[in-house]
Structures are given as structure tokens and as C-alpha cells.
């Protein structure tokens, strides 16, 4: 029985792990999505905070160097209108040349002036020299726009780095005249450098015309070709992306790049930078996740086994309870504290337990009773059976004494006072057998009323089986409720998977927009199953339940067929007794009516002479009599042991049902 209850246990314990097993995985696979879309999200927003911050920097950086330009151009373009309304002279025009000379920084040459002859006009200060003016760069760039506009970078006759913002100057004579000025590409190299707003980001600037690259933190790259063949990813991506003129974000290998053009100028401003720097803060946030989602999962995990145990604790307590009933223990006491159907079912038990608990109580008290009852009849019936083994005995003697009277009859005259005293004798022996068959008769009536009051014990246990049977079976219908309950959650769980199956596959078609709905409605379908296979785990347990019921049906019928027999043994005796006192009744007419009869022979005894023949004759009957008597003791005897038997059989029948009440403990 132990080892029953011990297994009981252990499948109790085998639900909390199953229920673990289902639960935690969700969790912890929730937690980890959870943490991969998190991280997901934030490189998403990182990258495109990364891209507007290089697309802010860059732009800014673009507009600084528009301006500078700008204000460069602007300086030129108002020298050359000046110029052209003056219409100087040469000497005019060396004194206008001369007092722009230093005006802007960024032009150290000054303006200066090339005609189709080849003269050129210069500052007294400046220090440009040209060989052959129409061949030189700025002329022949100057030559393609009448306004003031930059050309293409280049090398100057000293072998720096400049651009020339030249144009065709119309000062009212005939000859083709070129003006410009000479611009450093130092500040611009300063501006690509230093305006990088974004941290760790870095530019260089590149003419398109010709790929040349015109500034560049590293300054042995300033003024080399870009080309799609470089060793370098980063500069062989940027070649490509500016040959198909795409100057969309993108990313190149390792690298964010974006490009801005310069208004006025070929130049495209490249600015890039390592992924893995931006990605840095994103790394570093997916590990704080990491470790807060593993936090979370020992939280949770530890939450969900307190509430799974909380919530196993009654199944576990009713299983207990129920195996102590299948072993005979109605002792025991159910708590009920919940309101749902865990909570009624254990309500149902203990309300199964106090009437099993009053049924069995009555049905000991009953048996008790019947066993002293039985065992008060048992000890009647060895008194009858003495008695009547005594009443035997006195009719044998009465038998003998006949036959004694008999052989006396034929010589009368001689054993005259040998009858009289054998007369008296015999009337003595006739009062005391009168007095032993009233006894009898007392007796036999006493124990036929034992056994009525027995047979109507019997009927009460009858009943009240019954009534025990009524109730088993209630509780029977009481569990077959409790399945259809569970049944109808199990019902309840498969539609909430099918809601889940249809609430996944409208998310599936949502795409994007319905992710999040389709992980709530998976872990819908999961909770669903879950409750669905705890469902079929109480309807198995309430199946149990319901095979102990059919058990102690079983057992109450059995009580109730051996009470039945019972019932039918104690008729029997009922009957029994009754003949016997009817035979005794008729045993004691007879004695009654020996008295008398041997009254008339004393009588005759009297006169033995005159009635000598009518003596013969009575001591005749008289013999008949004693052989009848002698017929009925022995009738009664046997009738004395059936009963004897029959009491002992329902001792026996007593203690049997005491046995089996004994098994079970209230």
C-alpha cells in the first residue's frame, strides 16, 4: 500500500517537471527573442543615427567648403568687374593688380592676368612665374567661361597643389585676356580634416573630372588618382560608386560611406566610417541584455516553480488522499481552499470521506451488534441443545420404566406395592419432566425472539448498506460531473489552439506589422496545450477515482449479498425455532396428559385386582406414549444442534463483516 502511495507521488512530482519543461523553454526562447530583437532594433536605430550624424557631418562639411569657395570667388569676380568697368591702361592695371595683392589669404599669388599673346600681368610682389601663359592650366580654363568659376586642381610651376578660379576678362581692348588667381588647396584639406563633425569619422575630398584626389588626412595620398583598382576596399568602392556617378549611402566593406557634391565644382566630398565603431555601443548594449535577460530567466524561473508549485499542491494533497481511501484509511481530512475545480473536486472527496466515514461507523456499530447478538443465540442454543439432551435422557428413562410397568402388569397381585411405589415414582418423574418441558418452552420462545431481533438487525445493515451504496454511487456521478468539467476545459484548450493556429497565420500574412501578434498567439497555442494536457492528467486522475468507486460498490454489494444470505440463515432458524416450540408445545400436552394418566394408575393401583386387564391396557398405551416421547426429545435434540449450528454460522458470518469494517479507519 505504501509503495501505492509512494508512486503517487512521484507522478505528482513528474506534472510539476512536465509542466516545467513546457513553461521554461517558451520563456527562456521569449527572453531570447526578446533580447535578439532588442539588439536587432538598436543596431537598426544606431546605424540610422550613424547615418544621419555622417550625412549632418558631411553636408556641413560641404556647405564650409561651398563657403569658403564662395567668398573666394566672390573676391575674384568682384576684382575682374572692377576691372572690366575701369578699362585701364597697363599702368592702370599694374596699380589695381598691386593693390589686391594680399587682399586674400588664400590666393598668395594675388590676381593675375594672361593674354593670347602671351603676357601676363602680376603683382609686383607675386611670385607665379609661367614659362608659356596660353599652355598653362588656368589659361585654358579661363578660356571656357566668361564669369569667374574654379577649374581642375593641378600641380603649379612650384609644385603646389592649387586650384585656379579664372575667367575670360572683357576690359573694352581687342585681345583675348585671361584673369585668375591661384587658390592653395591647404585650407581645403584643413576643412576636409577638422570639420568632420561625427567622432572617428573621416573624409577626403576627390575631383571627378579626373579622379584626382584633392585632400586626405593622409597627406601622401593628396593629389594621386583614385582608381578601382586600389588594394584598399574603402577607396576601390569609393572609385566605383563615383565612375557610375551613385552617390547614395552605402556600405564598403568594413566601412559607412556617403558622399555630398560640391555646388560649382566636380569635386564630391567622400566621408566614411568603421562599422564596428558604430556598431561599438550596440554590442555593448546587447551584452547588458544578455546578461539582464539571463537575470530574467532565474526570476522568472524561479517565480514560474513557486507558482507551479503552488498550484500542483492541492492535485498533490487529493492524490494523497485518494490513495489513503484505497487503502482502507478514512482518517484522513481534505482541505478545500481554492474555488475552482481543483478546489471542488478536493470539496467533493472530503464530502465522500464523512459519508464513507458515517456509513462505515454505522455499519461497524451494526456488525457489533450483530455479533453479540449471534453469539447471545449461540449460547441459547447450547442451552437448548443441553436441555433438550436432558429431556432425552428422561424420556429414555420414562421408556424403561414403561417397559419395567409392563413386564409388572403380569404378575400384579404379587408386585402390588412394588406398583404403587414404580406408580409414584413415575408420577414424580411426569412432574419434573412437566416442569423441564415448561423450561424448554421458555427457552424456545426467548431464543425464537433472540433471532427475530437478530433478523431485524440484519435488515438494518441491509439498509443501511443500501444507503452506502446510494452514497458511493452519488459520488460516482459526482466524478463522472467532474470529467465532463475537465472534458469541457480540455474542449476550451483545443478551440484556443485552433484561435492560435488562425491568430498565427493572420500575423503570418501581415508580414512585419503581425511578428509580434504571431508571438503572442504561439505562446497562446502553447498555454493552450499546456492547459489541454493538464486537463487529461486531472480527467486521469478523476478516472482512478472513479475505479475506487466501482471497487467499494463492489465490495458493498458483496456486504449487501452476504447480509442477504444472512437474512435467509436467520429466517431459517426463525422457522426452526418455531417448530421446536411447537414441539415442545406438543411434548408437554403429552407429559400433561402422562400425569394424568398416571393418576388414573394410581387409582388403580388401589384396586389392582378388579382392573387387572384395564391396567394391561394403559401400561399398553402408556408404552406407545414413551416411544413417542422418547421420538420427540430426540426431534428436538436435532433441532437444538440445526439451531446451535445455524447461531454459529452467523457468529462467524458476524465476525467476517466486523473484519472487513475493521479494514477501513474513521
Not at 474555488?339 to 470539496?347: F, K, L, P
Not at 444507503?467 to 459526482?478: Q, W
Not at 497565420?505 to 498567439?521: L, N
Request: with cysteine; charged share 20%.
Amino acid at each position: 500500500m505504501g509503495k501505492k502511495i509512494e508512486a503517487k507521488r512521484q507522478k505528482t512530482g513528474k506534472i510539476r517537471t512536465k509542466l516545467l519543461i513546457y513553461i521554461m523553454p517558451v520563456v527562456i526562447a521569449t527572453i531570447v527573442v526578446l533580447v535578439l530583437l532588442t539588439a536587432t532594433l538598436s543596431k537598426q536605430s544606431m546605424t540610422k543615427l550613424a547615418k544621419n550624424e555622417l550625412d549632418s557631418s558631411i553636408t556641413n562639411q560641404g556647405d564650409n567648403i561651398e563657403s569658403w569657395l564662395d567668398k573666394n570667388l566672390e573676391f575674384c569676380a568682384t576684382a575682374k568687374q572692377t576691372i572690366e568697368n575701369t578699362h585701364p591702361d597697363d599702368t592702370q592695371l599694374q596699380t589695381m593688380l598691386n593693390s589686391y595683392y594680399g587682399f586674400d589669404k588664400n590666393s598668395p599669388n594675388g590676381l593675375y592676368i594672361g593674354t593670347a599673346g602671351g603676357k601676363m600681368y602680376k603683382a609686383s610682389d607675386s611670385t607665379k612665374a609661367e614659362s608659356d601663359v596660353t599652355s598653362a592650366t588656368w589659361y585654358k580654363q579661363g578660356l571656357t567661361r566668361v564669369g569667374m568659376a574654379y577649374g581642375a586642381a593641378y600641380k603649379d610651376a612650384d609644385g603646389n597643389n592649387v586650384i585656379s578660379a579664372s575667367g575670360i576678362l572683357n576690359d573694352g581692348t581687342d585681345e583675348i585676356k585671361v584673369i585668375a588667381a591661384d587658390v592653395t588647396l591647404d585650407q581645403i584639406s584643413i576643412i576636409v580634416n577638422s570639420g568632420v563633425k561625427m567622432q572617428d569619422a573621416s573624409s577626403f575630398l576627390v575631383d571627378t573630372a579626373d579622379n584626382t584626389i584633392l585632400a586626405h588626412r593622409d597627406s601622401s595620398l593628396v593629389s594621386t588618382t583614385l582608381s578601382a583598382s586600389d588594394a584598399d576596399p574603402l577607396m576601390s568602392g569609393v572609385a566605383k560608386a563615383l565612375a557610375a556617378r551613385d552617390y547614395s549611402e552605402a556600405t564598403i566593406g568594413n566601412y559607412m560611406v556617403a558622399y555630398d557634391q560640391i555646388s560649382g565644382t566636380d569635386w564630391v566630398l567622400v566621408s566614411y566610417i568603421q562599422r564596428s565603431v558604430i556598431l561599438a555601443d550596440v554590442f555593448r548594449l546587447s551584452n547588458i541584455l544578455v546578461i539582464i535577460g539571463a537575470i530574467a530567466v532565474v526570476i522568472i524561473s524561479i517565480m514560474i516553480a513557486g507558482i507551479v508549485s503552488k498550484v500542483i499542491a492541492p492535485i498533490s494533497s487529493i492524490t494523497k488522499n485518494i490513495s489513503d481511501m484505497s487503502s482502507g484509511d478514512f482518517t484522513i481530512a481534505v482541505n478545500a481552499k481554492s474555488n475552482d475545480e481543483i478546489g471542488v473536486m478536493g470539496s467533493k472527496v472530503g464530502e465522500f470521506v464523512t459519508s464513507m466515514r458515517k456509513m462505515i461507523t454505522s455499519i461497524n456499530s451494526e456488525s457489533e451488534r450483530l455479533k453479540a447478538q449471534s453469539d447471545s443465540s449461540d449460547q441459547v442454543s447450547k442451552t437448548m441443545f443441553d436441555a433438550s439432551q436432558s429431556q432425552a435422557e428422561a424420556m429414555k428413562e420414562l421408556n424403561e420404566t414403561v417397559d419395567q410397568l409392563a413386564s409388572a402388569v403380569n404378575d400384579i397381585a404379587q408386585n402390588a406395592t412394588t406398583l404403587a411405589t414404580v406408580v409414584s415414582d413415575t408420577r414424580e418423574n411426569s412432574e419434573k419432566a412437566d416442569a423441564s418441558m415448561k423450561e424448554t418452552v421458555d427457552i424456545s420462545q426467548k431464543g425464537r425472539s433472540d433471532m427475530e431481533q437478530l433478523s431485524k438487525a440484519m435488515s438494518g445493515i441491509q439498509e443501511t448498506n443500501n444507503r452506502l451504496v446510494e452514497s458511493i454511487n452519488k459520488v460516482g456521478s459526482a466524478s463522472e460531473e467532474i470529467t465532463n468539467i475537465v472534458g469541457l476545459i480540455g474542449n476550451i484548450a483545443e478551440e484556443t489552439n485552433l484561435l492560435s493556429l488562425n491568430a498565427s497565420i493572420e500575423a503570418a500574412r501581415a508580414g512585419e506589422a503581425g511578428k509580434g501578434f504571431a508571438v503572442v498567439a504561439t505562446e497562446i497555442g502553447k498555454l493552450a496545450q499546456t492547459s489541454a494536457d493538464s486537463a487529461n492528467n486531472i480527467a486521469s486522475l478523476i478516472s482512478e477515482v472513479h475505479n475506487l468507486i466501482g471497487d467499494a460498490v463492489g465490495q458493498a454489494n458483496a456486504s449487501a449479498d452476504s447480509i442477504q444470505q444472512n437474512s435467509e440463515l436467520i429466517g431459517t432458524a426463525v422457522q426452526t425455532f418455531d417448530k421446536i416450540y411447537a414441539n415442545i408445545q406438543e411434548s408437554n400436552r403429552l407429559i400433561e396428559e402422562m400425569i394424568k394418566d398416571v393418576e388414573k394408575v394410581d387409582d388403580v393401583a388401589t384396586n389392582v385386582a378388579a382392573i387387572s386387564e384395564e391396567q394391561a391396557a394403559s401400561a399398553d398405551e402408556i408404552l406407545a406414549t414413551s416411544q413417542n416421547m422418547v421420538e420427540q426429545a430426540n426431534n428436538i435434540t436435532r433441532s437444538s444442534q440445526d439451531v446451535a449450528d445455524n447461531s454459529h454460522e452467523l457468529a462467524n458470518t458476524s465476525e467476517t463483516l466486523t473484519t472487513y469494517v475493521q479494514k477501513f479507519k474513521i
